[in-house]
């Protein structure tokens, strides 16, 4: 159970999303306005906060901002209709862990704010959480999302990159499929889809055919060497 803090003025977005986050367990909050979000995100009561950016009062760039200049190290999802290059690029470099342009599907929503949330644990209360990951030659920077092959940079989709930060935030252990569904495409994903080999074919073309082994009956294990 996470403690989940939702900005959001758009009433029928906060309602729909903090159902389905108590559904999975969760505690939400929810306020709809920048200012109010700021205070809440500041009282240190929340594991992750999820953040519209054309917000009342008080925009979710400047709440982003705020955050961060005081050194708060809540986990932020940026959830906005502002899809651009450019606004995606600026939350990013602001200091938001994950950016989602509406409109969504919810379980890809969830399945990245699991992600976020157990980031944040592995890092502990120490630190704000990885700002890359590395294993096996392959660097991701999760602040910029990009990701390099022994120095080369090559491009990733947003669900490439997902599901590449998946494997390697568990380098050397074997993920079955249905764990891979889960954290990456989300629990309502056909369980007998294989989009989950045919995305790994894709990190191999990009990474080298060696970075991910098969293991069969069991799923894929991201190699450490």
């Known amino acids: 159970m ?3 803090l939702i900005v959001e003025d758009e009433a029928r977005i ?24 700021l205070d809440h995100a500041r009282s240190g009561e929340h594991d992750l906060v999820i953040l519209d950016i054309g917000l009342p009062g008080l925009d979710g760039y400047g709440v982003l901002d705020a955050l961060r200049a005081e050194g708060s ?54 630190g704000r ?14 602040r910029t999302r990009r ?19 998946t494997f390697m935030l568990n380098a050397g252990n074997v993920l079955s499929r249905e764990q891979l569904l889960d954290h990456v495409w989300g629990l309502d994903f ?18 080298g055919a060696g970075a991910i082994t098969t293991v069969r009956g069991m799923g894929y294990r991201f190699n450490t060497a």
């Open 190 to 207: 056909d369980p007998g889809s294989n989009v989950v080999d045919v995305y790994v074919g894709y990190l191999r073309r990009k990474f």
């Open 147 to 165: 990701a390099t092959v022994e120095g080369r940079e090559v491009d990733l989709s947003a669900r490439e990159f997902t599901l590449a930060e």
């Open 2 to 4: 996470a403690r989940i």
């Open 14 to 37: 906060a309602s729909f999303v903090a159902k389905g986050l108590r559904a999975e367990g969760h505690v939400a909050t929810v306020v709809g306005d920048g200012r109010s979000g």
């Open 73 to 126: 190290t809540v986990p932020v999802i940026v959830l906005t209709a502002r899809d651009s290059v450019r606004d995606t690029v600026s939350a990013l470099e602001g200091g938001a862990d994950d950016y989602m342009p509406k409109p969504f599907r919810f379980a890809e929503l969830l399945a990245r704010v699991r992600l976020r949330l157990r980031s944040a644990a592995d890092t502990g209360p120490a």
């Open 129 to 142: 959480g990885r700002e890359s990951v590395e294993a096996g030659g392959v660097r991701l920077d999760l």
